[in-house]
């Protein structure tokens, strides 16, 4: 007999400015192959799948993760409207170079928490920290920038993120597309929230309450 358990599959919307690298991060979450010389075309619309173990034991989950084309600065962000619907989570990414990317993200929030009913669902943001590495040597500008005791101006942008990811409740987290490791967390925190452990069956207590119901009748 087969007896294979299959888990559920969640949809999962990943969204934010045009090129903070939404579809490097996926590439190289699923596949692996992403390097600073990989070339990579503007997204129109891509569906992956990742099947995630999430270190419960049990059967691994399956997430698709939708990859949609990202939306242009300037006027209000907004999402197009079938994003609002058949998500299970959303992952929104920016770019802590980019103070622009990260405002957006807060227009596409409002824009969620309207449309999404009474449902739960779970939202994580991620600073794709492009290829700034710790043993990288300052560049001349930040250079420059510490001499005049002034702060990095990346540093106040993901200050100014883990403020407000904070405020609102959502989980924060700073990868880098060129790592591959900087990107478990996050999808197994999100596929784990979009998979609760199954709660036991309620029957035996309500056999219990059953039973002494009978006792105090008799
Ligand atoms: N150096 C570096 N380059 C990156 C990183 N992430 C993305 N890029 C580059 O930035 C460019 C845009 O990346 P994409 O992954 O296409 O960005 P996107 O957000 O999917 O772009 P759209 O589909 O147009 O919205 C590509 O040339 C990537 O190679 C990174 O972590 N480090």
Redesign the pocket.
């Known amino acids: 007999m087969l007896t294979a358990k299959i888990g559920k599959v969640s949809k999962v919307l990943i969204c ?12 190289q979450l699923i596949y692996g192959n ?1 390097t ?1 010389e ?7 619309e891509d569906i992956y799948v990742a099947s995630v173990d999430t270190g419960r034991g049990g059967p691994r989950e399956t997430l698709r993760i939708y ?5 242009f600065q300037g006027s209000k962000a907004q999402l197009p409207r079938h994003y609002l619907y058949f998500p299970d989570g959303y992952v929104l ?1 920016y770019d802590p170079t980019d103070p622009q990317s990260l405002d957006m993200l807060a227009d596409i929030k409002t824009d969620i928490d309207k449309n999404k009913e009474k449902k739960e669902v779970p939202i994580i943001v991620l600073a ?4 700034k590495r710790k043993d990288t040597p300052p560049s001349p500008t930040q250079q420059a920038q510490m001499q005049n005791n002034q702060a990095d101006p990346v540093e106040l942008i993901l200050n100014r993120a883990n403020a407000w990811c904070s405020r609102e409740r959502i989980k924060h987290y700073t ?5 591959r490791p900087s990107l478990y967390e996050p999808f197994i925190n999100m596929c784990a929230r979009l998979h609760p452990p199954q709660t036991k069956s309620t029957f035996p207590q309500l056999r219990q309450v059953m039973q002494k119901t009978q006792k105090t009748e008799a």
């Open positions: 934010g400015a045009k090129g903070v690298g939404k579809t490097a991060l996926l590439e992403i600073l990989s070339e990579i075309h503007p997204t129109i990859d949609s084309a990202g939306l990414v794709n920290m492009r290829s990868v880098n597309a060129m790592e």
